[in-house]
């Protein structure tokens, strides 16, 4: 069945259903795409996927209850599931918390989302790109030993939120990207280098600069020592500060602080982070496939400083944390996937990068340790409290100058508190791997944090 039939015929079915319930209105969110991974080794492919597929999820407000449904067939059969699911799921919720489901915003920005030159590069092209990384990567260095991933990948989706309050927005985007890990091997000494990157415009995938960050990280750990524990002054280069703040980004939801899962509730207006700290979400934000003209609700999207010259401005919102507050909504309605609830989350987050380049943010550190990895995210940070105690490498820094690499350390501290020891932020800003949320930081300089080595 066509999409806008099913849908009209799923509203319909609804309304019927719902009968003479109050305060009743039903939305539809469809998001459809398609991705296409290749993986080589030693020349010849060794893992091939295109897939296409998604699906559309329900949601029904049924006497100031929200019910939720999904599905991923769009037929007859489909609608009456979708309609009793939903409204049955209505009929168990409890909580008292006031929903919505919005009727739209007076206007939108227009973004450019979407690259018809990712559209253009074939499959045969995108392979021989993979190809072509592997042979770049084992030619920075005979210690080379072997390429033990090496994947080009593209991506396609369009998504659709429709209601019957008068909402209809839809937005469809793509981008591609490429990863290799190589491993480096001088006699009984190996370590791996890993690096990604990711592009809405195929010609700026530099793979020569992606095959000689990952062969040098490699080189470089193979000497790598363990230093003496104690305090020590930190450079956290912008991948490692971007991966932190991903850890701990959900300290900045209303929806977390509302419910105690936050330091951070009531502290608008409060210095939480040193004054050269700017934190700031730009849904807007150009070459990012995060980027979005409207949130997870359908409302219109816009920039926000969340934390300014340290000051924290606001925390993140949706319709119903805005509503508990009293506050207008930061429009970071997240719904992750069609069949996804709505939570709160950011959009493209990052430390506003200053003009300092990396040498100059060595210089700064003077004598101290250059973090360039950390490890153990998922079981050594608690995302509520914010302490950490993460295994990391990097390098010893004398002088501004980097000097032998170290390994076998261990990186502990709390990211509350690392906010109000930023010293310095360095202006080579870098994001991960975009997914729902894109986190991105410069490097940070950090006036000590704990390290546990020899």
């Not at 392979?127 to 005979?142: C, G, V």
């Not at 790598?224 to 991966?243: F, H």
Request: charged share 25%; aromatic share 6%.
């Amino acid at each position: 069945m066509e999409r806008n039939e099913f849908i009209a015929k799923l509203f319909e079915r609804a309304r019927q259903k719902a009968g003479d319930a109050a305060d009743f209105a039903c939305e539809a969110c469809v998001a459809q795409g398609e991705s296409f991974e290749v993986q080589v080794k030693e020349g010849e492919i060794y893992q091939y996927n295109v897939s296409d597929g998604g699906g559309l999820g329900f949601r029904a407000l049924v006497n100031g209850r929200m019910g939720y449904a999904s599905t991923q067939i769009m037929d007859e059969e489909a609608v009456d599931l979708l309609v009793d699911g939903a409204l049955e799921n209505a009929a168990l919720v409890e909580s008292e918390d006031k929903q919505f489901l919005f009727e739209g915003s007076e206007s939108y920005p227009k973004l450019k989302l979407w690259n018809e030159a990712v559209e253009a590069v074939t499959p045969a092209q995108k392979i021989e790109m993979a190809r072509e990384l592997e042979r770049l990567t084992l030619a920075q260095d005979a210690r080379i030993a072997q390429v033990e991933e090496c994947c080009v990948f593209s991506s396609a989706e369009e998504s659709a939120i429709v209601n019957t309050r008068g909402l209809n927005v839809s937005v469809n985007g793509n981008v591609m990207g490429a990863y290799v890990a190589a491993i480096a091997r001088d006699g009984d000494k190996v370590n791996t280098g890993f690096q990604m990157a990711f592009a809405m415009d195929p010609e700026k995938l530099d793979l020569n600069k992606l095959a000689r960050d990952a062969a040098r990280e490699a080189l470089d750990g193979l000497e790598a020592q363990q230093p003496e524990s104690g305090a020590y002054r930190v450079l956290l280069r912008n991948d490692v500060a971007a991966t932190l703040l991903a850890t701990f980004s959900g300290v900045f939801s209303a929806d977390n602080a509302q419910r105690g899962l936050s330091r951070l509730k009531g502290r608008e207006g409060e210095a939480i982070a040193s004054p050269c700290v700017t934190l700031v979400d730009d849904p807007h934000r150009e070459g990012s496939a995060a980027s979005t003209p409207f949130d997870g609700e359908g409302v219109a999207t816009s920039p926000k400083a969340v934390i300014e010259n340290g000051r924290l401005n606001t925390l993140l919102h949706n319709l119903k944390t805005a509503h508990k507050q009293g506050v207008t909504t930061t429009a970071n309605a997240s719904r992750p996937g069609y069949a996804a609830q709505v939570g709160v989350a950011p959009t493209n987050f990052f430390f506003k990068p200053s003009e300092v380049d990396f040498d100059g943010m060595l210089e700064k550190l003077g004598d101290g340790l250059l973090i360039t990895d950390m490890q153990g995210m998922h079981a050594g940070a608690n995302p509520i409290t914010g302490d950490f105690s993460l295994a990391a490498k990097g390098f010893c820094v004398r002088g501004g100058k980097r000097e032998e690499a170290v390994a076998q350390i261990t990186i502990a501290g709390n990211f509350y508190e690392l906010l109000k020891n930023v010293e310095a932020v360095g202006g080579d800003l870098e994001f991960r791997a975009p997914g729902a949320s894109c986190f991105g930081s410069p490097s940070l300089l950090v006036k000590a944090l704990s390290v546990a080595g020899k």
